[in-house]
């Protein structure tokens, strides 16, 4: 229900989980075990878990605004130390001479000193570019429309 939200806390660095195929009690018995709050939009999950915010709104600004205001200590700057994928950590990533480039990778930028970040988990690989740009954008607008 909330996988872009997940998606853009994940840009911002939180550790967060998206509990896709998950049952409701494997949900529940996970965020306990890992003393995590539960961000939904389902009213019977969000009542029976110990520690849970309660979206009501379809729309993924709305939703940033509302966790925002909950829990202001969440950062709004991009940073790169979550894979949006899968939640791993990022560590730099430096290409070795004869490794493979990878599709899509602006290699001449990073020849040019633009650093690369690669996900300790799965291995997918960022870089600050446009659609940085763009993410940055939204969370200033987002929050330019705040009306706190």
């Not at 925002?68 to 899968?86: D, G, K, N």
């Not at 899509?104 to 996900?119: E, K, N, Q, Y």
Request: proline share 7%; aromatic share 8%; hydrophobic share 40%.
């Amino acid at each position: 229900m909330v996988g872009r939200l997940a998606r853009y806390l994940r840009f911002v660095g939180c550790d967060t989980i998206y509990a896709r195929g998950l049952s409701d009690a494997e949900i529940l018995k996970k965020a306990n075990g890992e003393d995590r709050i539960i961000v939904t939009r389902d009213r019977m999950l969000a009542a029976r878990a110990r520690r849970s915010v309660l979206l009501t709104s379809p729309h993924l600004a709305d939703q940033w605004r509302t966790l925002r205001a909950l829990h202001p200590e969440i950062p709004s700057e991009v940073s790169f130390v979550r894979c949006t994928e899968c939640n791993g950590l990022l560590d730099p990533f430096v290409p070795t001479a004869g490794s493979t480039p990878a599709p899509g990778i602006p290699w001449d930028r990073v020849a040019r000193g633009l650093p690369l970040f690669r996900c300790a988990e799965c291995g997918h690989v960022y870089w600050e570019g446009t659609h940085t740009d763009h993410i940055r954008a939204q969370l200033a607008r987002w929050a330019k429309e705040d009306p706190k």
